[in-house]
Every structure is written in structure tokens, then in C-alpha cells.
């Protein structure tokens, strides 16, 4: 049973543009979430945060909304540029965790077009 | 500064065989998670450590599957009698603490690519 899911395997956008990726949680006990970003043949780096107490974080070009009533997370690139395609990953943990074990999207693939 | 590294990058065994997927972490990091990335899946959470405290294996899938983590640093996870559904990318991740603690980055090495023909 998929508690986080990525609904888009894909997506493309114009340099300069905006990428917007989505995530959706089904339990409302999560409370810290993240992305990701996974480059081919290297591990995942962090990218961004949010806990469940804001519903929005911003770092430069990056901004993660949360909607906690709808379940849903998302991440704004604006300007996306082709150094960002990637495959990028939601992720959450539960809090107080007695581990800091992260529970993973599928994943979505993004494609910045020059 | 050097991060999370593991060997082999790629190991390619032949069903029944065993194989040993190796991590060193990033030097002070007391945590250590090791995930799988099947194809087409997200990272899938396997076990995790966390100083001398017992090891949190509720991600294991099935008793083929062991962790060791040595004098709380290099991990070795062993893997059984492979099945071809163990073909994954194993990654393996540390972090300060983790316990807990909401902001500890887990940081990831590059993974190690099996496949079990």
C-alpha cells in the first residue's frame, strides 16, 4: 500500500518556465516532508524541507507548498533550468519517530528543455 | 570532505548465490539507513541503525536479508540465497542522530546496482 505517491513518472518544460511536481500522502501522522533530487548513477541529494506547521517554504528557485487538508505537497522550480532535470523524489517522516526512516515516492522525472 | 561511499558500484550474481553490498559512512554520522530502489519504485526503507541502540529491521523482506553495522561505522548488508526479485540499486544513507530529531539530512552514497540473473 503506497502512503506516498508520485502520480507523474514524467515531466517536460521549457527552460525558464516553471516545473511544478506533485506528491500525496495518505496519512495525516506525517509531519515533516521533503524532496529529493537523484541525478543518473548518484545517490539522492536533499533539496528542500517543510514541517507540518507552515505551508510553504522557499530556497531561491525552489518553493515546497504543503496542503495538509488535501494531503498534498508540491514543488515550484522557477526558472527551471537543464541542469535541474532529474529525477526528483517527495518523501516523509513521522514525528516523534523513534527513526529517522524516510517513506519515499516513486518518483518523477523531469526534463528541462533548452 | 568525503561522503557516503559503497562498493561494489555493480554486482551481477547468479540466483542462490549470496552477496555481501558494503557502506562507509560519513566519518561522526551515529546513523545509517540502508534503502532499495527497485525499477520503476521509490526508495524503499530497509534497515536502519542508530549508535549502539538495537537496529530498526522492520523494512527487511524477508529473513534472507541481514545488516551489521561494525564498531558503529562501516555497514555490510547480506543478502541470501539472491532471487531475482532482488535486483535493485541498494542505497545506503547516514545522518547525526536521527532519533527523533526532524532536520538530520540523511546523506546517500551512489549505490550498488544488482542484479541476479
Known amino acids: 500500500d503506497q502512503q506516498v505517491k508520485q502520480n507523474s513518472p514524467s515531466l517536460s518544460v521549457q527552460e525558464g518556465r516553471i516545473s511544478i511536481l506533485n506528491c500525496d500522502y495518505t496519512n495525516s501522522m506525517f509531519d515533516y516532508f521533503l524532496w529529493y533530487k537523484k541525478y543518473p548513477a548518484e545517490g539522492p541529494t536533499f533539496l528542500i524541507s517543510?514541517?507540518?506547521?507552515?505551508d510553504k517554504n522557499e530556497d531561491g528557485r525552489f518553493t515546497v507548498f504543503l496542503n495538509k487538508s488535501a494531503k498534498h505537497l508540491s514543488l515550484h522550480i522557477v526558472p527551471s533550468q537543464p541542469g535541474d532535470s532529474a529525477v526528483y523524489f517527495c518523501a516523509v517522516k513521522k514525528f516523534p519517530t523513534l527513526t529517522g526512516k524516510l517513506i519515499f515516492g516513486q518518483g518523477t522525472t523531469l526534463q528541462v528543455k533548452p | 570532505g568525503a561522503g557516503v561511499s559503497q562498493s561494489p558500484s555493480n554486482k551481477v550474481t547468479e540466483k542462490g548465490k549470496d552477496v555481501e553490498l558494503r557502506c562507509d559512512p560519513i566519518s561522526g554520522h551515529t546513523a545509517l539507513y540502508w534503502y532499495r530502489q527497485s525499477l520503476g519504485q521509490g526508495l524503499e526503507f530497509l534497515i536502519y541503525f542508530q549508535g549502539n541502540s538495537a537496529p530498526d529491521k522492520s523494512g527487511l523482506p524477508s529473513d534472507r536479508f541481514s545488516a551489521e553495522r561494525t564498531g558503529g561505522s562501516v555497514s555490510t548488508l547480506t543478502i541470501q540465497r539472491t532471487q531475482q526479485e532482488d535486483s535493485a540499486v541498494y542505497l545506503c544513507?547516514?545522518?547525526?542522530?536521527?532519533?527523533?530529531?526532524?532536520?538530520?539530512?540523511?546523506?546517500f552514497g551512489p549505490g550498488t546496482r544488482l542484479t541476479v540473473l
Open positions: 544513507a547516514s545522518s547525526f542522530g536521527g532519533r527523533g530529531d526532524l532536520n538530520n539530512e540523511q546523506f
Open positions: 517543510i514541517s507540518s506547521i507552515k
